[in-house]
């Protein structure tokens, strides 16, 4: 009695005990490779920093201050929420031969502001420190500026020393900023 399929080949009826093993051990080492990798990220996982460098710009100040020749400002009464996060004194590429003084923070909302002096006479200088904005109106004695980034800036000139606060924040944090600035305020030591 041909049938064309060989005895070996035909079902048999009976259930296959090794199917059985072969699904559970299969199982077994998914979790065993699961646990692995859970146990590795709980040993590598780290909670992230605050990705924000905070600096202490005093030691950047007061050599701004013995070397300026004018009176170099800082926002008097910044709390802890304002993060300052750079602090230079040296030449722009805009401000040659003069020097800049300038200092950057994030403030409590996350956005950016700076401040920012130099006794440059190069037009340029104004242009870098606004990133090329223009005119916006005025506040008070400082003129305001705005580009097409969203950077808003004050700028005021006086004895031929050019402040600039500008940055990222809204107008109302800028002012607030500019009101504070002393030529005496000192930064609070970084916590």
């Known amino acids: 009695m041909a049938t064309g399929a060989p005895d070996d080949l035909r079902p ?9 093993q ?11 490779v699961i646990g692995v990798v859970a146990v590795i990220m709980l040993i590598t996982l780290r909670p ?4 924000v460098r905070v600096v202490d710009p005093t030691p950047v100040l007061l050599s701004a201050r013995a ?3 004018y009176p170099v400002v800082y926002p ?3 709390d802890a929420a ?12 805009e401000s040659i031969p003069e020097k800049a003084w300038y200092v950057g923070f994030v403030t409590p909302a996350e956005e950016f502001a700076q401040v920012s002096q130099s006794k440059s006479e190069s037009e340029g200088y104004l242009v870098e420190q606004t990133g090329r904005g223009r005119p916006a109106g005025t506040w008070g004695e400082w003129q305001r500026y705005e580009n097409s980034e969203g950077t808003r800036s004050l700028v005021r000139i006086v004895f031929g020393v050019t402040t600039v606060v500008g940055g990222t924040a ?3 944090v800028l002012e607030g900023l500019a009101a504070r600035l002393s030529p005496t305020a000192l930064p609070k030591p970084p916590s």
């Open 170 to 172: 809204e107008w109302s």
């Open 48 to 51: 992230q920093p605050d990705p």
């Open 76 to 78: 008097e009464g910044l």
């Open 82 to 93: 304002w993060r300052p996060t750079s602090a230079r004194w040296e030449a722009t590429a």
């Open 12 to 20: 048999t009826g009976r259930p296959n005990a090794r199917l059985g």
């Open 67 to 69: 070397e300026a020749g």
């Open 22 to 32: 072969t699904v559970r051990d299969m199982v077994l080492s998914l979790a065993v």
